[in-house]
């Protein structure tokens, strides 16, 4: 029997965002693939149950508190990994003789006190931690948070260097960090987002409107709205959604000051699925540079045209299935035009998005990677 700990930054459902997504269907894909599961992960606050989603994926589930400490801030590790500290993580993990997945930098503090050589370890490298910290310190407007970002993008530079050769094999979600890590310690390895869609949506030609989805807290994805809603405002004859559950007052006041654009809620995957089949295009616009987007699979698999900048993939492969604008003024002409156009791409899209970007084919070159002997 294969045996794998995974250890996450966070309870993994429901599979809500970016990074929780991609730690979730892949526990899923390995499930399925026979591999016993020992999962181990960050919360805020111990949950009551643990949803039977989980529980059919894995031998055991183990949850440890993050510390609450506000001096930790003055550590010299990033924040976000020495908070995620546990002696009964380390006791849990001894029990079974098996390989560590670390999800993310983030949750890897603890291997300064592994024992050497008993566990094989591999990260999932889901960021280069010190430029995704710098981009939100360049996207954020209060000053305090500015700064918190800023220092941890300083202490993340350090933390990588050191850490990153530790590994056996580091699983990269991009070309971009596939190559950094690639050049700097020899052991990356390209593995795309596990995404959890399995069949290319058959749509008809039109759909009723544009849609702008994602977290309206995060700087970035606020950023991206308000130069999405500023390009509407020009385009009285196209009806935007946005869909969030998570809006400020600050954007909920900036939407109902425009006729053409109406805010709902996300609440359920199945609503968001019912939004995207019914959206003419999606609009997908980061200033983050960090290889490709979750919500750029969801809206290929189950929604019409994908209007992107630069920033949302680095895969050209995914790119030929998009319209690209390299900037808000060519994003303003993808629109036009993409208003005018039928939707003819499912069959294109199923030929290469289920060949190339299955769920079920990372798995097994993950398992042939981890437990190559």
Do not use: W
């Amino acid at each position: 029997m294969k045996e794998l700990h995974i250890i996450s930054f966070n309870y993994p459902y429901p599979p809500s965002y970016g990074g929780i997504i991609d730690v979730y269907y892949k526990i899923k894909a390995l499930s399925d693939l026979g591999i016993k599961i020992h999962l181990h992960f960050f919360v805020d606050k111990i949950p009551v149950k643990i949803d039977p989603e989980v529980e059919e994926s894995t031998e055991n589930v183990f949850f440890y508190e993050k510390k609450k400490n506000p001096l930790l801030y003055f550590s010299t590790m990033p924040f976000a990994a020495v908070i995620r500290d546990s002696d009964l993580l380390l006791k849990n993990l001894e029990k079974t003789n098996a390989p560590i997945l670390f999800e993310g930098l983030q949750t890897t503090s603890i291997i300064r006190f592994l024992k050497d050589n008993r566990h094989e370890l591999y990260l999932r490298h889901h960021n280069n931690e010190a430029e995704y910290y710098k981009g939100l310190s360049l996207s954020e407007k209060n000053i305090f948070k500015k700064i918190v970002y800023k220092i941890e993008s300083l202490k993340y530079k350090g933390y990588q260097k050191k850490l990153l050769k530790k590994f056996e094999t580091i699983f990269c979600l991009s070309e971009k960090e596939y190559n950094e890590v690639e050049t700097y310690s020899k052991n990356a390895q390209l593995i795309h987002i596990f995404h959890g869609n399995q069949l290319v949506k058959q749509l008809d030609k039109k759909g009723n409107y544009f849609l702008f989805h994602g977290d309206l807290t995060t700087a970035d994805n606020k950023r991206a709205l308000i130069e999405t809603i500023d390009l509407f405002k020009t385009l009285p004859q196209h009806k935007l959604l946005v869909a969030s559950d998570r809006a400020g007052e600050d954007i909920k006041k900036r939407i109902s000051t425009v006729e053409n654009i109406t805010l709902t809620p996300i609440q359920t995957t199945e609503n968001l699925h019912h939004l995207l089949e019914n959206a003419h295009a999606n609009i997908l616009i980061s200033y983050q540079n960090s290889g490709t987007k979750v919500k750029l699979f969801n809206t290929l698999y189950n929604s019409r045209f994908v209007i992107i900048n630069g920033n949302i993939t680095d895969d050209p492969v995914l790119t030929n299935l998009c319209l690209y604008g390299a900037n808000m003024d060519e994003i303003h002409q993808q629109i036009i035009a993409s208003a005018e156009k039928d939707y003819n791409d499912s069959e294109k899209r199923k030929k290469i998005l289920e060949k190339t970007h299955s769920d079920h084919a990372k798995a097994e070159e993950i398992v042939k990677i981890i437990f190559k002997n």
